[in-house]
């Protein structure tokens, strides 16, 4: 069972935190790689960045499918591309939205989702209402520090701790979701501090792939699912044309 | 990792059955074992034995809590007592309408329930509800097979298989979630019937509780899923009070 | 005409006091009684407790069907088992946050509800839903004061009476929605004191169970609340099947 | 206690049936009658005459409070006017649809209403949407005959009767509501025919505002509901100021 | 083009203004004229005076009618008598509110609305549902100040500017919506005072009625904007019959 | 006032015929041209294309700033990167889904979409949702014709004709939304044809850009739509970056 973690912006240092979060939670038998895109921007703070991150994203998707990989993880908090994406795969793709929420769903009442800048909180609440989950977020929090920073602000552990405490309170909720990839080795450290479960959706999406690839499933080739209509590309893209 | 699965009717037969789908897809290190309740009706088919079956699922759950089980199944799709076990036992509790609906999801962008009676489709159509999964859930279609048919009536498997293709087209929908924890076996068959993903929550619900456990996961402690106030119980569920 | 006020919790003194507020409002040829569950908690303040509560609301149900009971009143503010007892019964069955919360829409634009422990909002948040009340529910509060403390804390009425205030206040809201069946008592206190329409959930099902008998309405007996399967029960709850 | 069921339409005999229906269910302790608009359309088929039926109502409401009238009903089921008779009365004012719409969802889990010519079907489906009944509303069906023809065409009984029958075998419905104020008097035969709870909003309406009043309700005073503000009124409709 | 904008109060003065912000915008080849209604209420601040604010409305759209007016546009943030209007109308009928939350949408995730009196509150969010726009409309302020003192009182614009910064801060939105026609001089102030999109309705209006005629579009005339079926009206009102 | 309509793919016959539609109803001051994107796919008929197609369209954004642009018009009824261009963009930006579905809506009770594939139903259906004109949706149906069709296969006119008639039928609705840039010169000989309001989204994003403009207004700087944070692009969209 191949499972592939693609990391939508181009920041590898990223893409190795993401890749050991995935690793702890894989089980034995499952080969689990993290790959970087090779296009698109250096992070995803906006619809801009997140709407160019979906090229490089499809590459790697087109990439695996030759390489036969069996399920993949999108690991943004945007899952950006996800529809394009399921068209492309012959087996499953979960975004870690997607999967924490759904996780969260299982634990408790409603949840808070604590994101990075608050210009993101309307894709992140756009999400919630997509995949059902409306009536269990209720909040998206904003710790106002930049992707990149998570990793290189030393005060990032902190200041992503208080924001998921005060989030916590000011919603009445049971359970936390981190809204970016570049959170998850912050998961055990936050759940321990604030008590409440805490959830990382590249841990829960790794988990959601496994488990639909056990369980047979794939996406449905049925409708809307289907393989995309081929076609000629031209200029830039001309290659992602068939 | 104990996980236990509980059959919320009286009948041993279905246990079997149902052991015998949720082992299959359990991980290696998973200790898994089904149990019958003790108390209750035979077979689940209306809000008065759903309502009935709770008793036995709560007793089988605080049962479980004393022999250390981690996380358990309510393996019938009413998802009976689900709030209340959750705030029974210690780890996750997962029902198999709420974790095949979730599968579902992920897999098209719509599904069809197709469930036993006529007269438990209201009850699907709440959980799709409550779950969030109403905006997936395009139809609940009755195949009107008594429960404990699915296991004696020789034509069961094919009037199940007819049922779900014909939901299949009615609704336009993507996948099938089987609607009762007794056509577990009857998945793989219709798969292959009608080519389209078909979902079986026992065998969903089994792998979502292990992968919350594997994240390091319980319910909340916090908020409406705390361990109920102890108080005084008299009369025939004199045994419920603490 | 014969209405029978069940209280699904085993404290009968919170019994009587159920009762004299239903007779208030009752119509001269209506005999009205109020029995309390054989068996089960001595307060409902989590979902254990309600789902335990059942089988003796069921049992009371069974016995007023033997009896020549005409209607019921579920005096509980989860209205415990309503769907079940709703098969069970030939005649009406109403509970008295959805008979509540009806009324509080003829009144005003948004109610607000005051319950008792914390973790019982959610419930409450639920019903209003089902009930299709949610537009109207602007919010659901709680006095923290147990269930049973309503009859023995003598502060009690000093506590709730300011919850109301406070509740109106943060809503924005016309109306006040008593949360519990032993708040029946304080309704009129409470409406002097802070001058908005403030509503027992007791009187109002108990005068919506009349209307339905003078309307010569009884439950549907066409789909889901048609009489139950008969089928074996085994066990403690033996008695219960047929 | 007195009610006052008012037609806003100006059609005498109609106003005759529907207090005779009033008349049949309320209680002896009731003083009941029923008025005609004095201004506006014969019959309500159209927003055009449902806004045009408003003056009427509103002025029939007026003479109510000097005559020390308590409550009232709209007797059409667009509700004409709710809101502004709410702010114009003192005591509880409910709608024939309102009450229907709430009877009806105390016995089943869905209902279909019957109503007058097509686009009138509209209003309805808002009405339902407005009081929180949209979930239990399955359908809205016309049997387009005209208002005033359900007094006059010798048909009419059997058409509507078959319009309710058509209407629940394609909702799948458990109960009916009744379109239409000038439907009253076929309540009765139509429950006979077809075997599921009719409900005559009229009557409906009649107890609930009998209810409202044992409870010692009316409309909330505070916000929306209070006392439109006083000030001049100039042309046709001079007399409606202050 | 001819397009007449009808203000449903009999207050000359805001007709004025009314008018003027309306040819601001609108085409060299549009004819726009501004009407007064010839009854009703001064200004409209309760349902009470909306719903008498209709029969002059309907009166001056059946004058346009008459003189061949292509489009009109109903200058009150209550948009009364939207449904009717298009009835009685052949060509397009839009209101400022449903105009002015279009329009918002078109510009942000979400605005606020400031309106004038708390109690007209309800109303804007009402019609917010009734529009699509719920998901848009993040708060419904009041700045308490009634309609005619708008263009009374010295402090309007001060203390509408300040509910328009206090809102936006309040509902974290990215746009106002001004909720009454009165405020429509006042566009431009605001808008430079708190440096967000600040939207008029009578403005946005115009040019929407402008765009449908410019598209060839008017109301359709099959289903429930068909032209009302004529019947007699008796009393005040007699001369709306036909 | 300068406006840009991009054809979001490549195929140039399409926009000269996008161009004449939008031509046609724009204002005498009005300076507007279509332009082709200069990177993607032939058409856009699956979410692959339209992720793919986002990088021409922002380039042609990027291009129009550059040039002194007002505003804008995605002409692809799937409205391809709607939230990023609005960020990218000082001025107005909307979409032919997003101006066709408002403008139904001021015309009728309900509209149906008739769009190409089966598979760009799930599309148009998210939109309606994300607009909030779900409400008004009653349907989305699909011709099966792909996208260039429209323009060579010799039956297309009758074929979307056809469906349009059978979509109004089916729905019970009162106009339809035309759902693809290449049907809009279909949009007079449909609507003269079936006889209800037919909504060519070219012609109507136009207009409602041109008004925004005229209204003076542009997309809000505050919050979510502010202009993207600046930061390195690598590989294949590396230009993209800043």
Redesign the interface.
């Known amino acids: 069972m191949r499972i592939r973690v693609i990391n939508p912006n181009?920041t590898r240092a990223m893409t190795a935190t993401i890749e050991q979060c995935a690793l702890a939670?894989a089980?034995?038998d499952t080969l689990l790689d993290a790959v970087t895109?090779?296009?698109?921007?250096?992070?995803i703070?906006?619809?801009?960045?997140?709407?160019?991150s979906?090229?490089?994203l499809?590459a790697a998707i087109r990439h695996g499918e030759a390489a036969g990989v069996d399920g993949y993880v999108i690991a943004c908090f945007g899952d950006p591309?996800l529809?394009?994406a399921?068209?492309?795969a012959a087996g499953?793709v979960?975004g870690i939205a997607?999967a924490a929420m759904?996780?969260a769903?299982?634990?408790?009442?409603g949840f808070s989702v604590v994101t990075t800048?608050?210009?993101t909180?309307?894709r992140a609440a756009?999400l919630a209402e997509?995949?059902?989950?409306?009536?269990?977020c209720r909040g998206v929090h904003a710790c106002e520090l930049?992707v990149l920073a998570l990793e290189t602000d030393p005060d990032a552990r902190k200041i992503v701790t208080e924001a998921c405490r005060t989030a916590?309170a000011a919603d009445?909720?049971?359970?936390v979701v981190l809204g970016c990839a570049g959170m998850a080795e912050l998961c055990?450290h936050i759940?321990a501090e604030i008590?409440?479960?805490v959830?990382d959706g590249v841990?829960?999406a790794t988990?959601?792939v496994?488990?639909?690839l056990?369980?047979?499933?794939?996406?449905?080739?049925?409708?809307?699912?289907?393989a995309?209509?081929p076609?000629?590309?031209?200029?830039?893209?001309?290659s992602?044309?068939s």
């Not at 769903?105 to 009442?109: D, E, N, T």
């Open positions: 181009t939670v089980g034995q895109s090779e296009t698109g921007p250096a992070s703070e906006s619809h801009y960045d997140e709407a160019l979906v090229p490089g499809l591309g529809d394009a399921r068209e492309l499953p979960v997607e759904h996780t769903s299982h634990l408790g009442r800048l608050g210009r909180a309307g756009d997509r995949y059902g989950m409306r009536r269990f930049p916590v009445g909720s049971d359970a055990a759940r008590g409440v479960p959830i841990a829960a988990l959601t496994q488990s639909l056990t369980l047979g499933l794939r996406k449905s080739g049925r409708g809307e699912y289907a995309p209509p076609k000629p590309y031209t200029g830039l893209l001309a992602f044309g």
